[in-house]
């Protein structure tokens, strides 16, 4: 193993064994702490990728660190054929912290797990087949969740998908109109877009996607799993619009970083028949201690409040930068899109050399997912960085 400290080693052994399905960067990243990550050259990074949306209470969060490694002597895996009291504790704390009536909750490990069940669920509960979502929209690449993805790069190589999704312009409410029906058992949407390009939803929209359900007897699905967790300056991004949903899909950040999804159920999801549904790992008490620790330490250090007031700052700053090569600046709280008019790769590339990770989400945006315990001078240093990469 002491050779895997040399740094061109690392990238030769993980490029010759990993399955290629990642576009990689030249970059070994070995620590992290709050909004900082290091590389095994011992640079420092600012973090604006943010685990991809796993990382909202920064890394190597010591209250995380502390509940993972006291559970870990305590009791790992424990399935759900037995009560575990971590487990309960955190269905609790959960579904207090959520929205409405969402009062039950399926545990799973991801995001595209918790789409499966939210998929399964609203079929079993509505007894009806068809799925409408949105072009743009993303929920993850297993083939239930790849069938409501709409981007033909992640679905092409895979037809047939699941039948009867239908994918309708997202922000548009007359298409919406025209897809719900009475053979409609669910509506599925992210209240801002991610991996489509950051994009927020109208309100008009959201509630017309409620009344439309209402009105057929189908179920709204909302995939919080990038927006959720403060991302967007609520704990919900959903707090900020006026409605609630049927069914509520985590997953990214809700552990503090340790694999988890959560797919949360209203009252009009009818009782779920045993065996319908399982997971080995689900509610195991490994994840369950460290979500309760990252819901305790997103409360107690109101995160989701820090990401309305940073998220409002930056995006101010960023829209004032009146670089001609920024189309528009988008976002909610502190997820954050910069369309440009060039090609993002680039970019993200000239951020890196000058100590700034950050994310595409689509061709042409600059996606920003800091941690929301992100410093407001480190966040001035990245718009700075932004602004110089982009004079050139
Ligand atoms: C990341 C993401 C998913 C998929 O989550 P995985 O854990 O990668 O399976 C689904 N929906 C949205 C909105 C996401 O951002």
């Not at 609790?92 to 918790?114: D, I, K, M, Q, Y």
């Not at 061709?363 to 050139?392: C, Y």
Request: aromatic content about 6%; proline content about 6%; hydrophobic content about 45%.
């Amino acid at each position: 193993m002491q050779t895997l400290t040399a740094a061109v080693h690392v990238q030769t052994v993980e490029s010759a064994h990993t399955s290629g399905v990642y576009p990689k960067r030249d970059l070994t990243i070995v620590r992290g702490q709050g909004a900082y990550l290091w590389d095994d050259q011992g640079r420092r990074y600012i973090d604006c990728a943010g685990g991809q949306g796993a990382a909202n209470l920064g890394h190597s969060h010591p209250a995380i660190a502390e509940a993972i490694s006291q559970q870990a002597r305590t009791l790992i895996s424990c399935p759900e054929i037995f009560y575990n009291d971590v487990r309960a504790a955190y269905l609790a704390e959960l579904t207090a912290a959520a929205p409405g009536e969402l009062n039950r909750v399926f545990l799973s490990n991801s995001g595209a797990e918790a789409i499966e069940a939210a998929l399964k669920f609203a079929r079993i509960s509505t007894g009806r087949r068809e799925i409408v979502a949105a072009m743009r929209g993303f929920h993850g690449r297993t083939m239930g969740a790849l069938s409501a993805t709409w981007n033909k790069k992640y679905r092409g190589p895979f037809m047939p998908l699941v039948p009867d999704f239908t994918h309708i312009p997202y922000n548009n409410i007359a298409a919406l109109e025209a897809a719900v029906s009475d053979a409609t058992a669910a509506v599925l949407l992210e209240p801002v877009q991610g991996e489509g390009g950051v994009r927020p939803a109208d309100p008009a929209f959201l509630q017309s996607a409620r009344d439309l359900c209402d009105a057929s007897g189908a179920l709204l699905i909302l995939d919080e799993i990038q927006t959720g967790f403060g991302r967007t300056g609520t704990l919900f991004a959903v707090e900020q619009y006026d409605i609630q949903p049927d069914i509520l899909a985590l997953a990214k950040s809700i552990a503090g970083g340790l694999p988890m999804g959560a797919t949360l159920l209203g009252p009009s999801v009818g009782e779920l028949p045993r065996m319908s549904h399982g997971s080995t790992f689900g509610g195991n008490p490994l994840a369950a201690a460290a979500a309760r620790a990252a819901l305790r330490v997103m409360q107690e250090e109101q995160l989701p409040q820090r990401a309305a007031h940073l998220g409002a700052l930056m995006k101010t700053r960023l829209s004032a930068l009146k670089s001609p090569l920024i189309r528009e600046v988008r976002g909610l709280g502190l997820m954050i899109g910069i369309e440009l008019k060039i090609k993002v790769g680039p970019v993200l590339r000239a951020l890196q050399e000058r100590g700034v990770l950050a994310l595409p989400a689509g061709a042409t945006v600059l996606r920003l997912l800091p941690p929301l315990v992100i410093t407001q001078e480190d966040m001035d240093h990245v718009i700075d960085v932004i602004s110089e990469v982009l004079a050139q």
